[in-house]
């Protein structure tokens, strides 16, 4: 049972790039959550999705994408990387009726 | 908009020492209430939980919380910390009208260095 991984754990991307982060649960959870974590502001939530093929907006959405095509992914993208996205993006996902958010390791991504 | 705010940033402490790290939160209703914590190169790990009954709960590892509902706070302590507590720690609210997505609104994080 490995929980939430996160592919990949680094990454360096050159601004206007893109890139998918993959989420991936094997715990059978309906939610999943994508935040970001930076310096001195905490974790912000990007996006979440409360079941396979439904997304919805979280705190801090802009310059985002998500896709739940299968229950047990989460997929990240960024269409166009800029240096403001620098940050470590953890994944996390919950049973339906409980509250507690199991987190990924991480996705430490730099944009120059 | 519903905040959460961790009023000490970096703390540091002898070993033995007691430890209390503030969280205060913005909304004045039913709360449910957490502290994470993050050591050194590992992901986010749930240390306690408040829903409702007793204001003060205990979680893994000899942390506990109390909940002051007419402080709006929810302070973390332990009374005699040890060096692998070094690690980063997170008060989180789950949003208001977000029980059924379960939205967590988190604090600023507080780092923690427990010297040996």
């Known amino acids: 049972n490995a929980g939430v991984t996160q592919t990949p754990k680094f990454r360096v991307l050159k601004t206007g790039q893109s890139m998918t982060l993959l989420c991936a649960q094997d715990?059978?959870?309906?939610?999943m959550y994508w935040y970001r974590q930076d310096p001195g502001m905490g974790l912000r939530l990007i996006h979440y999705?409360?079941?396979?093929?439904?997304?919805a907006k979280g705190e801090v959405p802009d310059g985002y994408n998500v896709s739940r095509l299968k229950k047990q992914n989460f997929l990240l993208g960024l269409e166009s990387a800029a240096p403001s996205q620098t940050s470590v993006y953890f994944c996390?996902?919950?049973?339906?009726?409980?509250?507690?958010?199991?987190f990924g390791p991480g996705t430490r991504l730099t944009v120059t | 908009a519903q905040s959460v705010s961790q009023h000490n940033h970096h703390v540091i402490l002898s070993e033995a020492a007691s430890l209390e790290l503030g969280c205060n939160y913005s909304?004045?209703?039913?709360?449910?209430l957490f502290w994470y914590v993050q050591y050194p190169g590992q992901h986010l790990q749930l240390l306690l939980k408040?829903?409702?009954?007793?204001?003060l709960v205990k979680g893994i590892k000899g942390f506990e919380a109390e909940f002051i509902k007419s402080k709006f706070s929810f302070n973390l302590r332990k009374p005699s910390v040890q060096w692998s507590d070094t690690a980063e720690y997170f008060c989180?609210?789950?949003?208001?009208?977000?029980?059924?997505?379960?939205?967590?609104?988190f604090g600023q994080g507080t780092t923690l260095q427990v010297k040996p």
């Open positions: 999705s409360v079941g396979e093929g439904t997304t």
């Open positions: 715990m059978n959870h309906e939610y």
């Open positions: 996390a996902s919950k049973a339906s009726g409980v509250h507690e958010q199991y």
């Open positions: 408040y829903f409702s009954g007793d204001p």
């Open positions: 989180a609210v789950i949003a208001y009208g977000s029980s059924n997505t379960g939205k967590l609104i």
């Open positions: 909304y004045g209703g039913t709360v449910n």
